[in-house]
């Protein structure tokens, strides 16, 4: 397939080796349909050459040749400049995709320039039962951010890239590319496997990606509001409106899990930890403030970051001398095709 494969990885020096064996598996099929695989890596010098002998016989390996504060945007843009074809899927490390489903990344790509699929979990411990209830709050209303996209390389190298010192990369890729001009396809019933993290690296997870909502206003008030409306609720009695937040919260998840066929990939459980995830999301989104305010921005691998992604208003204000060409050259390429 006319398809690169784009797997951005980072392990540290003092961490266990990981031989991969599952990860390589999965890429050593992938090469085997025809798709071009790309592993690139900025792990400490001991775990790439380590990474070199493990990815090398089925993948490119290659370090990251630009630098950016977030080093996962390194990566991807590096991967994006050495892909050999337009239609390029970026994925993490936990997800899995299966021919078909790359097959349809790729068909859509012929007339968008970023498409987004749905991951899903693949084995169910509590931790993901809970993430999920993010993930279906998300879907009732728009979409869930997924740990995997599919791009057109010639669209995101028109816009010079995407901006690598803010936390929240994946919506920078998407905004960056609509301020452009670009499209933007999400695929609500494209449902992609994805291990779950570990019990300690979903923990770890929970104020960085409160953090990300900083990025998107509306959604920051209304999670800023969730710990104060629940103290006022407590300290007056009132305790119907708490009952009743809770069984719209369920309901609303449901209402996700429901969407283009969510019913067959989500489990009926996970509408039920809509609640303690919202006030998760509540006591963290707090904390989350707090470190932009004393500390200057959250840290992430090795690094602090202040902005969650750039405004749209900014990016169109940027960019916006670059629409007509991007807008001209799509048409001229999806023409020729």
């Not at 400490?44 to 090398?56: Q, S, Y």
């Not at 993901?128 to 993930?135: I, M, Q």
Request: hydrophobic share 45%; with cysteine.
């Amino acid at each position: 397939m006319e398809v690169t494969y784009v797997l951005p990885i980072r392990c540290v020096e003092h961490a266990t080796p990981d031989p991969h064996v599952d990860l390589v598996a999965y890429l050593a099929g992938l090469a085997a349909t025809g798709t071009e695989v790309l592993v690139v890596d900025n792990s400490d010098a001991a775990v790439f050459a380590a990474h070199a002998t493990t990815f090398g016989g089925i993948s490119r390996h290659l370090p990251p040749d630009v630098a950016t504060r977030n080093g996962k945007v390194g990566n991807v843009l590096t991967g994006i400049r050495a892909a050999g074809n337009d239609r390029v899927i970026l994925a993490d490390d936990d997800v899995r995709y299966d021919v078909p489903q790359i097959e349809d990344v790729a068909g859509w790509l012929e007339g968008a320039d970023v498409v987004v699929p749905v991951n899903v979990f693949d084995a169910w411990p509590w931790h993901a039962r809970w993430d999920t209830a993010r993930a279906l709050l998300n879907r009732s209303f728009w979409f869930d951010y997924p740990g995997t996209l599919g791009v057109r390389r010639s669209t995101l190298l028109r816009t010079g890239g995407y901006d690598g010192d803010v936390l929240f990369e994946n919506l920078e890729l998407m905004r960056t590319v609509e301020a452009a001009g670009g499209r933007v396809h999400v695929a609500p019933d494209l449902y992609v496997r994805r291990h779950p993290p570990s019990t300690r690296a979903f923990l770890g997870q929970r104020v960085r990606q409160a953090y990300d909502d900083l990025a998107q206003p509306p959604k920051l008030v209304a999670m800023l509001a969730i710990v104060p409306t629940l103290v006022w609720a407590l300290a007056t009695r009132r305790g119907s409106p708490v009952a009743g937040a809770v069984v719209a919260s369920i309901a609303v998840a449901e209402l996700g899990r429901r969407r283009s066929g969510g019913v067959d990939v989500f489990p009926w459980t996970a509408p039920l930890w809509a609640p303690l995830w919202l006030i998760e999301r509540g006591v963290c989104i707090w904390v989350a403030v707090a470190r932009r305010v004393l500390l200057g921005g959250v840290r992430y691998r090795g690094e602090r970051l202040r902005r969650a992604a750039t405004p749209m208003h900014e990016l169109r204000c940027r960019l916006g001398a670059q629409r007509p060409a991007v807008e001209a050259d799509d048409a001229r390429e999806r023409t020729a095709a």
